[in-house]
């Protein structure tokens, strides 16, 4: 649950409508630190049912919501390590990939939510 409001919130902060009146740069620690957030919880969470399903012998990746989940997990380390690129400048064209990374953490977010809202 926390992962979710998490997400949402480093999202909506960094959104161009003002959620929080603060300096840009600001708004941009504030949706890295949270988007962190977010995505230690979702790795510790994976990790702690990988590592059960290790200890008691069951199958990996069999219902829909596992495989989901996985490639939720996998779009989310394809996001974090655009998002940290484009932060350090470590990409050619920042403006187009500042762009593409909007476009993909909000279908990222969206797959997300579907994976993990049935299951509460």
């Known amino acids: 649950m926390e992962y979710c409001v ?10 161009e409508h003002d959620l929080i009146s603060v300096p840009h740069q600001k708004k941009l620690t504030y949706h ?5 957030l977010s995505a230690t919880s979702i790795l510790l969470a994976y990790a702690a049912i990988y590592f059960n399903k290790e200890r008691n012998d069951a199958a990996h990746l069999v219902t829909w919501h596992g495989t989901m989940g996985f490639v939720a997990v996998l779009a989310l380390c394809v996001q974090v390590t655009g998002g940290a690129c484009i932060k350090y400048g470590l990409v050619p064209s920042p403006q187009l990939w500042k762009k593409f990374h909007a476009v993909a953490s909000e ?14």
Request: net charge neutral.
């Open 6 to 15: 998490l997400m949402y919130l480093g999202v909506l902060i960094y959104q």
């Open 32 to 36: 890295w630190v949270i988007q962190s």
């Open 107 to 120: 279908a990222t977010t969206q797959n997300q939510v579907s994976v993990t809202a049935p299951v509460g």
